[in-house]
């Protein structure tokens, strides 16, 4: 966000503003291809893909886009070389300090989903800054997914959930989409609709799996560092061709 000069990019003339999503969800994936294609060390297209990250938070800011979520780091990616873990630790927390007067300056509110209390302290420490800095903004919501596991996710609900009917609070049958849906890490979040995932992988990859229930999903053989504004541009072509039924007939 720093090199550029604060233009805003004007939505481009063929995308309807009012059929935008109002929420759009990545899947980041083809960093490490991006970086072996060029005979780099996959790290590098982890940082490389943090840049096609900003660009693209600038863009659903400037297109009024109201929610970008990220899955940054699933809790299958402890699974990776720890190296690779160490490095993806230290770009998050690096990141996010060079990142936050920008945020501020673009009026970005950024939160955090999954079990941030696995994450190193040092981490914790930065989200927990950035979170409190930009908790009054009224841009962009940007979301980042790290740690984050959906049937985790919907387990720890679960948890909640029966801890409260063993305390008499709730009812079994006071349990519906909206009570359960408040205890997700997305609370107070609209669900997403449309999901962008990058690499041509036709997975969704234990990502939002309750809230993507509905969501138009959009894959890509692009890999995410070069997921550029043009190829946004298409995605949300596509998206707005799509006939969105949600399991009914077309109107
Ligand atoms: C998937 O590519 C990418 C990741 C697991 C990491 C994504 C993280 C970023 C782009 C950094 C985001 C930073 C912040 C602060 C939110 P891969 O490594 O699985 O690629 P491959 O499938 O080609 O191996």
Redesign the pocket.
């Known amino acids: 966000m720093t090199a550029e000069p604060a233009v805003k990019s004007p939505l481009p003339v063929d995308l309807h503003p009012e059929r935008l999503p109002y929420h759009v969800a990545v899947i980041?994936?083809?960093?490490?291809?991006?970086?072996?294609q060029r005979g780099l060390p996959?790290v590098m297209?982890?940082r490389r893909?943090?840049d096609?990250?900003k660009q693209l938070l600038r863009r659903c800011s400037d297109w009024g886009i109201g929610a970008l979520t990220?899955?940054?780091?699933?809790t299958e990616?402890w699974g990776?070389p720890l190296e690779?873990v160490g490095f993806?630790m230290t770009?998050?927390e690096r990141?996010?300090r060079q990142?936050l007067t920008d945020m501020m300056a673009e009026n970005v509110r950024i939160q955090f989903v999954g079990n941030l209390a696995g994450l190193p302290a040092s981490l914790q420490t930065e989200i927990d800054r950035a979170v409190e800095q930009t908790r009054q903004n009224r841009g962009i919501r940007f979301t980042?997914a790290?740690n984050y596991g959906g049937r985790q996710e919907i387990l720890q609900a679960c948890r909640a959930i029966a801890t409260q009917v063993q305390a008499g609070v709730l009812q079994p049958e006071d349990i519906d989409e909206n009570l359960f849906g408040r205890h997700l890490y997305t609370a107070d979040l609209q669900d997403p609709d449309l999901l962008i995932r990058t690499?041509g992988?036709m997975r969704i990859s234990n990502f939002l799996l309750w809230q993507l229930a509905y969501a138009e999903i959009y894959v890509t053989d692009t890999?995410?560092p070069d997921f550029d504004e043009g190829e946004f541009h298409r995605a949300l072509q596509t998206y707005q061709g799509r006939d969105r039924r949600f399991g009914k007939v077309s109107s």
Not at 28 to 36: F, L, P, S
Not at 70 to 74: C, D, L, N, R, T
């Open positions: 980041m994936d083809g960093n490490g291809r991006w970086a072996k996959r297209g982890h893909g943090v096609t990250l990220a899955y940054a780091f699933s990616n990776r690779e993806l770009l998050f990141v996010l990142e980042v790290t690499s992988e890999l995410w």
